[in-house]
């Protein structure tokens, strides 16, 4: 069982930053693909990026350049930095764990899932 829980949510005006952060509980973090996922209102929640056990990263085209995905696995914690953030970029924001090596861009792959921070971009 892993419990995640996000964090760093908030309203930032566009050309700006925000780091989110996602703490997870369980013994066997480091053997967990990491994923970020967002969802905005009206759209069905989708890919942003991953990372997995080795630190391989993945990125969904939009944020690719912007956005950078880590771990540490010391502290059972994954990280999303995002620049040059846009208003487009405004969604509730989701990180999740997957039982597997090599993380996919599948919502259903992915085992266990925070409940989600809210990023504003104002124009």
């Known amino acids: 069982q892993v419990r995640i829980v996000e964090s760093g949510g908030g309203l930032v005006q566009a050309g700006g930053s925000l780091r989110l952060s996602c703490a997870a509980s369980?013994?066997?973090?480091?053997?967990?693909?990491m994923g970020w996922f967002r969802q905005a209102p009206g759209k069905e929640r989708e890919f942003v990026a991953a990372?997995?056990?080795?630190?391989?990263?993945y990125y969904t085209d939009s944020v690719k350049g912007r956005f950078t995905i880590s771990r540490d696995n010391a502290k059972n914690t994954v990280n999303l930095q995002m620049n040059s953030l846009k208003p487009e970029d405004t969604a509730v924001y989701y990180c999740?764990?997957?039982?597997?090596?090599?993380?996919?861009?599948?919502?259903?792959?992915?085992?266990?899932w925070g409940q989600g921070t809210q990023v504003t971009v104002s124009s």
């Open positions: 999740a764990a997957a039982a597997r090596p090599i993380p996919t861009m599948t919502l259903r792959s992915y085992d266990y």
């Open positions: 369980g013994r066997t973090f480091s053997s967990y693909s």
């Open positions: 990372i997995s056990w080795s630190r391989s990263t």
